[in-house]
Structure formats: C-alpha cells, structure tokens
C-alpha cells in the first residue's frame, strides 16, 4: 500500500504486488476461455492528427452525440520491420474468466516470448493519439480500458481507438476505488456498468466485455458479479507502474527487465500517461529486437450493457435532442 495511484483520477492506494514468480508452467489449457483466430495479422492506420489544444484540459465539458460508429479498418502494413501481431486469439468471456498472473492464475494461455499491450485511463488528449501513432507505425495492437467520464469527455478520441482496430473494454466510470468501504455494493456495480454504458455511447457500439479495476484491487464480490454478467477480468503479468515513471527510458528499462524475466505476459500501461506515449516507439523496437511477438486479444461478442445506464449516461450528458431548429422558430414572444 502507500504507492500512488495511476492516472491521478483514483481515490484509493494501490497495492505494491510481488514480482512474479510464477509461471513453472505447466503448459495447462484454457478451457475453451481463448482460441486461437488468426496469425500474422499486419496492418497500418493512419491516424488523425492530436487535438492539442485540450491537452490539459481536467475537467472538458461533455461532447455533443457522437455519430455512427466508425468502421474498423487495417490496411496493409508498411513499415517491413514491424513489431506486427504473433496471432490472434478470441475471449469467450462467459463466467467472468481472470487472465493476468498477478491475480488469476488459472489462464496460462501465452505461449514463450508473446505479449500482450494495455492501456489504461484514456481516452486523453496527446497521450492516447501519440500512443495510437506509433502502435500504428509498429502495425500491433493492445486493449484498451477508458475511464467511462474520459470517454465522455473525448469521445472522438476513443473512436479513433476503434477505427485503428484495437480492442476496447472499460476501466469504471470515475475510477474509483471499488475496496473502498464507503461505497455501497450497488454504488460498486454503478461503477462497473455506467462505465461500459459510457464507452457504449462514446463508440456508438457496445465494447468488448473486458474489464479492469482501479489500481487491481479486486473486491471478492465483485470479480462474482462480472463472472455473473459474463465480463472478463484483467489483471496483469506485469505492471509497467508507468503512472510513477519520471521519464520514458524508467519505463522501458522496467517493461524490458520485467518481461525478460516472465519470458513473456500482458503488460499494464497507461495511454493517459505523457511518459508512457513517449517511450512506446523504444519500447515496441525493443520487444521486436527481443524476439517477442504481440498477442491481438478480441472478444467472442460484445457486451451487452444495462439499459438503465445507457439511459443515465444521456440524461447526465444532457445531450440535445433531435431537433435542430434555432430557438427562434421554436420560441416566440406572443406577449409581453
Ligand atoms: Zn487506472
């Protein structure tokens, strides 16, 4: 306990974890939870160009109705010395299956020298389309897990997130601390589904029912739930602590020492984080040079989200309705 938390959005502490030191492996099986899709998937996206001007911005007013749902494409991969994708595998999430060492033990489905890329807290402005930029330029790919208010905030940046073809989970809606003893258990499930509910209606289509904690802290009651509503749960093999990282080359050096040892894991990152989008390019030539190969995780389905969120993400927002008339055709003075 005591380490701050990451993105600077939490209120609650985070737990120090062990190192791993797991994985004498057992080559176990994955119960039908991943299977195997594709291999050697390669693809580029060309990115908008970041909105800088927001870049600081806490507190952004919520964004007007985003439009249809962009179209997810991968053109073919230009850059011959790639990071690329390994292959492809796709989550049946039915049960609430746990994938990530440091918690769940049960899904060793990662063969040696394979990664998988997460990124936590956005969408952000800067970070998150820096970031998208050079998994684009590496033709790869990661899971992303937006804070519900962030998506909110910068809807069109998660949709870029979705058109360059990378998987979208959620990560709550305000981040908090769902250990912490003053919320109620439906306070915690508020959190759970109005965040999926708000990335929802940022994207204009459901997610993927993948889901992160705040700070991996896993209240027994709730990892039930989401087995409940069929939602898999991501810990992590190995915590870049990024959020903590005073410059890009700490980040690299961790991610580096930390998966040489594992020999391979999904690695938590924040897209939110400025360090983190600047030492991504070093870090993705480093994973290549190191013969490591990224897992692209896809859900079997998408989740299916609670009407009653969907309807309370709109009523917060305070979103227009359908009509476009100007006041004046719709107000008119007949007294005064
Ligand atoms: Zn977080």
Redesign the pocket.
């Known amino acids: 306990m005591g380490a701050p ?3 600077n ?2 209120t609650g502490s985070r737990f120090e974890f062990k190192e791993n030191k797991m994985r004498i492996a057992t080559g176990l099986i994955l119960a039908g939870a991943v299977s195997l899709l594709a291999s050697s998937a390669a693809w580029s996206q060309a990115l908008p160009a970041p909105k800088a001007s927001a870049a600081a911005a806490p507190q952004a007013a919520p964004a007007a109705v985003p439009p249809p749902a962009p179209v997810s494409t991968r053109p073919p991969c230009n850059n011959p010395n790639a990071l690329g994708i390994g292959r492809t595998v796709e989550i049946d999430t039915t049960g609430g299956p746990g994938f990530g060492f440091e918690h769940f033990k049960e899904l060793d489905f990662l063969r040696d020298k394979e990664v998988v890329l997460t990124f ?2 956005g969408p952000w402005p800067v970070n998150t389309p820096s970031v998208l930029k050079t998994l684009a330029e590496e033709c790869t790919t990661g899971i992303f ?1 937006p ?1 519900g208010k962030h998506a909110t905030y910068y809807p069109e940046i998660l949709r870029q997130v979705m058109a360059a073809g990378h998987s979208i989970g959620s ?1 709550t809606w305000s ?1 908090a601390a769902l250990v912490n003893k003053k919320l109620t258990e439906q306070q915690r499930k508020d959190e759970i589904e109005k965040g999926f509910s708000a990335v929802k209606w940022a994207l204009g289509k459901a997610p993927a029912p993948f889901f ?1 904690f ?2 991996l802290q896993h209240p027994p009651e709730m990892v039930t739930y989401l087995g409940e509503r069929n939602i898999g749960i991501f810990s992590c093999d190995l915590d870049s602590f990024d959020f903590k990282a005073s410059k890009a080359q700490t980040i690299i050096d961790t991610v580096m020492r930390k998966v040489d040892k594992n020999g391979k894991g999904i690695i938590l990152m ?1 897209d939110f984080q400025k360090h983190t989008a600047e030492a991504l390019p070093e870090l993705l030539k480093k994973l290549k040079a190191g013969g490591y190969k990224v897992v692209a995780m896809r859900a079997k389905a998408p989740i299916q989200t609670l009407a009653q969120y969907d309807e309370e993400i709109v009523k917060d927002l305070k979103l227009p309705t359908v009509s476009s008339r100007p006041v004046s055709s719709v107000v008119q003075t007949i007294s005064e």
């Open positions: 938390d990451d993105g959005v939490a936590d807290d897990f804070i990560h981040h992160r705040p700070a924040h």
